[in-house]
C-alpha cells in the first residue's frame, strides 16, 4: 500500500472559464502539468486524479495519468479525496487543487519529509509572503494569519487580515506581513477520514474555504511557507502567464 498519496480533484465546470483543466496549452491540457509537478516528488509514492468527469477521464489517460472516478456531489475538493482515499488507502495523503500552476516538487518533499519525522501533524497547508497592496484586495488570493510562535493557523479570509486600523503612509504590505495561502493540503489519513464527516461550518460557508472547517472544530493546520510563485488561472487570459513558470 502506497504511504503517501497525492490526489488532484478535478471538476468540468468552471463560471469564468468553461473546461479550464482540460485546457490546452503547449499541446498538454492544464491538468497535465500539475499532475507532471506532483510526478517528480520522489516522496510521494502514487498520484491520482479524481474526478466525476468522464471527458477528465479521457485526457487524464491520453497523458498517462492515473483516475479515478468519484460521485458528482460532493461538498470540496478535500471531500472527494476523502473518497478517493477510502478505495486507494494511504497514511500521508496530500489534496492538490488543479489551478497550482509552478507548484514545484520540492515544497511537496519539504512538507512531506517534516510530516514522517513528526506525526503530530494531522494538517498542513502552504502559504507565501504577498508583497504588494493589490493582492490584499484581490478575493481569489485567501489570506492566513499564522500564530506568532507556533507556524500554525489562526484564521483564513478572502478579506484582508488582520485589519490594520491605524494605517500609515506607505504600502499596507510593509506595514504587516500579510500572508496568502497556496491550495495544497496535507492530511493525515485519520485526519481526512474525520474533516469528512463533519458539518461544512458557517464560516466555511460563507467564505468558501473548506480548510476553515478544521479550525471550527478544534483541528491545527501546521504552515509551510515557500516563495514559490504560482500562477492563478481564473479566465482564458490568464494563461499566458503561465509562461513565467513553463518555458
Known sequence: MAEVVAVIPARLPSTRFPEKVIYP???KPLLYYIWNEAKKAHQIDRVIIATDSRKIQQVVTSFGGEVLLTSKHHRTGSDRVAEAVRK?????IINIQADNFGLKAAVLNRVITKMKA???ITYATLIYPLTRDS????TNIVKVVPAQQTSTALWFSRLPIPYIRDKQKGKLVRQ????GH????????AGLQQFSRW?????EKAESLEQLRILENG??????????PIIAVDVPGDVRKLARVYK
Open 25 to 27: 496549452y503547449h499541446g
Open 88 to 92: 486507494l488507502g494511504g497514511d500521508i
Open 118 to 120: 513528526d506525526r503530530q
Open 135 to 138: 493582492e490584499l484586495s484581490d
Open 176 to 179: 504587516y506581513r500579510y500572508f
Open 182 to 189: 497556496i491550495g495544497v493540503y496535507f492530511f493525515r489519513k
Open 199 to 203: 458539518k461544512q461550518s458557517a464560516s
Open 219 to 228: 483541528g491545527i493546520i501546521h504552515l509551510f511557507t515557500t516563495k514559490v
